[in-house]
């Protein structure tokens, strides 16, 4: 990455909006300044610009101008500051779960990296962020009875169903044979929490191949149930998988987390809350974005066209996901271990090529360092694992953190219910007489 005056600046980037770029006129309306300004804005290097291939003009990320918009909004006043807060701004809810900084992420005092590196396992970092403690001896999880046959539930399932939409219909039907849901004291609520997470990574097969779940179910550890239920040849795929598990085991307030915990606050069980999240980190620009980087490679399909479809979609001002993170200037710091796992089992991988050369691209373009999205994909392609499998792996990961949020929110015991700034609609028929007669939310 260039160290260049204004290089940090040139690296922070919306991870939900990757290379969204806007002509000066349209930079310049968003922020309601004047061309001028907004250059400088450039040269103060607090926003990114692109130079437009064939032309002499810039275009300027939105991530960018979107958080300095919110900066200056902020000092506006408290309905500005809570109105931008939800927008990669100011911090919301109190927690002890996890912290992010510029260069590395901490689950509760213990750096995440090293957490994985080291070879910790999931089961151990899933108690951490449950109760505050690493485990002095590894955690071992019993593994739970199935709850019902796996081919009642493939029979329902159409062809072709991508693992986080079959977990996402298997974890109500957990829920409504589970008749004691509703009663979570602490402990009993996490060793529910422990085997619904047995469960997730067992079934991820469910859809393809509905026998191999009972024998998933009886491996010892998590990342070992995913590598049987997959089939994967690899032996070193549990080691590998479990890294990545720990790295994607909490990010703070992210989308599903968020959803997670104002679920939560209202008194819902945790199948409900794991649901809840499961639906949100569906969405593309979230767990989805795993999807998205998968329908790239393919795109992309031998390394030699990397540089031809990449910059074929930025001139046309398309995004290149798998790229860049807002809240990690300087790079993901999750994305090297997940990419020095891939290179050290299987480098020559198809996959694994064309996004060696997509990210040579990118470095070379001047665009920030690769983010987690990549590293899964890369990763599940080194491992043999089916598609969608990046996006599995980030949800069964991140299952740990949804119920570390849902203890602590429960503790804080607060319905998360915020307000909204009206605003008069101009669209014919809408107006302030729209809502009269409705009964409060």
Same mark, same amino acid.
């Given at each position: ?12 980037? *919306? ?37 437009? +291939? ?13 958080? =300095? ?173 479990? +890294? ?85 200037? *300087? ?14 089992? +299987? ?45 599995? =792996? ?48």
């Amino acid at each position: 990455m260039s160290r260049r005056k204004g290089g940090r600046s040139q690296s922070r980037f *919306d991870h939900q909006r990757e290379e969204e770029l806007l002509p000066a006129a349209e930079a310049a309306a968003l922020l309601g300044v004047k061309r001028a300004t907004l250059y400088t804005y450039v040269s103060r290097g607090l926003v990114r610009c692109v130079p437009e +291939r064939g032309t002499k003009e810039n275009r300027y990320v939105r991530a960018d101008l979107e958080r =300095l918009k919110a900066r200056h909004d902020a000092r506006a006043g408290h309905a500005a500051v809570a109105s931008g807060a939800l927008r990669w701004g100011e911090p919301v809810i109190d927690s002890s779960v996890s912290q992010i900084g510029g260069e590395d992420l901490v689950y509760r005092g213990h750096s995440a990296v090293a957490l994985a590196v080291e070879g910790r396992g999931f089961e151990d970092v899933a108690e951490l962020l449950w109760s505050g403690t690493l485990p002095a001896q590894a955690a071992r999880w019993s593994a739970p009875e199935l709850a019902f046959p796996p081919s009642e539930l493939t029979r329902l399932l159409p062809k072709g169903t991508p693992p986080v939409a079959a977990l996402a219909a298997l974890v109500p039907l957990l829920g409504a044979r589970d008749p004691v849901r509703f009663a979570a004291p602490p402990e009993g609520e996490k060793a529910r929490a422990r085997r619904l997470l047995r469960q997730l990574a067992a079934w991820v097969c469910v859809a393809s191949a509905p026998g191999r779940v009972a024998r998933a179910l009886k491996e010892e550890t998590v990342a070992a149930s995913l590598a049987t239920a997959w089939n994967t040849g690899v032996k070193r795929a549990p080691e590998l998988i479990n +890294r990545a598990l720990v790295l994607l085991a909490d990010h703070e307030l992210n989308a599903s987390t968020f959803t997670a915990r104002v679920t939560a606050s209202s008194g819902a069980d945790l199948y409900a809350c794991v649901s809840a999240a499961l639906a949100t980190l569906s969405g593309p620009k979230h767990g989805g974005a795993c999807d998205r980087v998968e329908a790239l490679l393919a795109e992309v399909g031998r390394p030699e066209r990397a540089a031809e479809v990449v910059y074929e979609r930025l001139r046309r001002g398309e995004s290149v996901p798998g790229f860049g993170h807002t809240l990690y200037p *300087d790079g993901d710091p999750r994305t090297p271990p997940i990419l020095e796992a891939t290179l050290s089992v +299987r480098p020559e991988a198809p996959r694994v090529r064309v996004a060696s050369a997509v990210k040579e691209v990118m470095r070379e373009a001047g665009h920030p360092p690769p983010s987690v999205d990549l590293g899964l994909v890369m990763l599940a392609d080194a491992l043999g694992l089916p598609p969608g499998s990046a996006a599995t =792996l980030f949800a069964v990961g991140r299952a740990a953190g949804w119920v570390a949020h849902v203890l602590e929110q429960r503790e804080q015991g607060h319905l998360l219910r915020p307000r909204a700034r009206y605003v008069a609609s101009n669209r014919p028929g809408m107006g302030a007489h729209s809502e009269a007669g409705a009964k409060p939310g």
